[in-house]
């Protein structure tokens, strides 16, 4: 099914992309032609084979009611909307759709997160492909994606750790020495930062240290001066004699 890797869902390649995905993804999955078709149904399959995705959303529309357990009815229609920009709409069809995914629920959610992504609604379209994961932990597509998801959000070591999980399941892929240089450079840029953030700790635990010395000074002037003062007061305090003799007089 329609999958972009390493970058945000381009509705206007969804066409081109529409017919080799899915035969892509019925081989990966090994999945039977539903036996359960309508006429309705196989039109709209053909003409969404044939990237005519408004004339086949109309039919698969109709092929929903009239089968709503065939999940392709749903994937399909929901990858037409796709196509011709109208997210909401798909989500809203992958939603329905899901109690009839038995076998296909991953690319639901999955199609859901890049429509999510499409839409700059990134927390959501990272928890869409933690759902497709969930589903299938050996499909590398929902890694990459969640992975751009959470770079979106400036989740730097998440995301490597997604980039690094799909290189492992998909080492072969045309992305894969873009990825490594992305990861490298947030290893550089996260060292950096750290160095970075240890130098201010450092500055300021500088500065405290210095403070603190110069309080301790101050401190100990401010003694000193109070201990002189305290013997000056007690000399002062001497008793004024009389060079004097005098008697008493009966």
Not at 92 to 119: D, E, I, W
Not at 146 to 168: F, G, H, I, P, W
């Amino acid at each position: 099914m329609r999958y972009r890797e390493n970058r945000l869902p381009d509705t206007s390649r969804l066409g081109r992309m529409a017919r080799s995905a899915v035969l892509a993804l019925l081989c990966l999955t090994g999945i039977a032609v539903v036996s359960a078709q309508s006429a309705s149904f196989a039109q709209g399959e053909r003409l969404f084979l044939e990237n005519k995705p408004l004339e086949a959303s109309a039919l698969l529309e109709r092929a929903t009611r009239e089968t709503p357990s065939n999940e392709k009815a749903w994937l399909y229609l929901g990858i037409c909307y796709q196509q011709l920009g109208r997210h909401d709409e798909a989500v809203a069809v992958f939603r329905k759709g899901l109690p009839s995914a038995l076998s296909l629920s991953h690319v639901f959610y999955f199609n859901m997160g890049n429509s999510f992504l499409a839409q700059g609604r990134n927390a959501f379209a990272e928890e869409m492909f933690g759902q497709a994961i969930q589903g299938k932990p050996d499909w590398a597509p929902p890694f990459l994606n969640r992975a751009n998801a959470r770079m979106a959000q400036e989740k730097y070591a998440d995301a490597v750790a997604d980039y690094t999980v799909y290189l492992s399941i998909n080492p072969s892929s045309p992305q894969a020495e873009s990825i490594r240089k992305v990861i490298d450079l947030i290893g550089k840029t996260q060292a950096a930062e750290a160095a970075r953030k240890a130098a201010e700790e450092a500055r300021k635990l500088a500065e405290e240290q210095a403070r603190q010395a110069l309080l301790a000074a101050v401190a100990d002037s401010l003694r000193q001066s109070a201990e002189g003062t305290t013997s000056l007061s007690a000399g002062s305090g001497d008793v004024q004699g009389y060079s004097e003799d005098f008697t008493l007089e009966d």
